[in-house]
C-alpha cells in the first residue's frame, strides 16, 4: 500500500514562492512514477508537473513551464514542487500522485495541500 503526504502549501503574494513536499511510504516505483497535480475552484484536475516515463524527462503545461520545477531527493523518498513567480491563477489545491505500474496511470494520490496565491 502507497501512502502520499503533501505539505508546505500556504498562503502567499503574487510574485512569491513555494516548495512544497511529497512524502511517500510504502512500495513505490521512485519519482519516474510521480507527479504533481492541481485542482482550481470549478476546474478540473490538471497536471503541473511529472516525470515521464520510461525516458525520465520532466513535463510542465505553458502554464507553469519555467516557474514551477520538479525534484527529488531518493534517500528521503521524498517529491519536491518548487514554485517561482506565483499567480493568483495558480490558487488551487495541490496533490501528489503517484502509480502502481510506470507504464499505467496515476492511481495512488495525497491528500493535498492548499496554495492560495493574493494579488
Known amino acids: 500500500q502507497v501512502q502520499l503526504v503533501e505539505s508546505g502549501g500556504g498562503l502567499v503574494q503574487a510574485g512569491g514562492s513555494l516548495r512544497l513536499s511529497c512524502a511517500a511510504s510504502?512500495?513505490?516505483?521512485?519519482?519516474?512514477?510521480m507527479g504533481w497535480f492541481r485542482q482550481a475552484p470549478g476546474k478540473e484536475r490538471e497536471v503541473v508537473a511529472m516525470?515521464?516515463?520510461?525516458?525520465?524527462?520532466?513535463y510542465y503545461p505553458d502554464s507553469v513551464k519555467g516557474r514551477f520545477t520538479i525534484a527529488r531527493d531518493n534517500a528521503k523518498n521524498t517529491v519536491y514542487l518548487q514554485m517561482n513567480s506565483l499567480k493568483p491563477e495558480d490558487t488551487a489545491v495541490y496533490y501528489c500522485?503517484?502509480?502502481?505500474?510506470?507504464?499505467?496511470?496515476?492511481?495512488?494520490w495525497g491528500q493535498g495541500t492548499q496554495v492560495t496565491v493574493s494579488s
Open positions: 510504502g512500495r513505490t516505483f521512485g519519482s519516474s512514477g
Open positions: 516525470f515521464k516515463w520510461p525516458s525520465g524527462s520532466t
Open positions: 500522485a503517484a502509480k502502481s505500474s510506470l507504464g499505467g496511470a496515476f492511481n495512488y
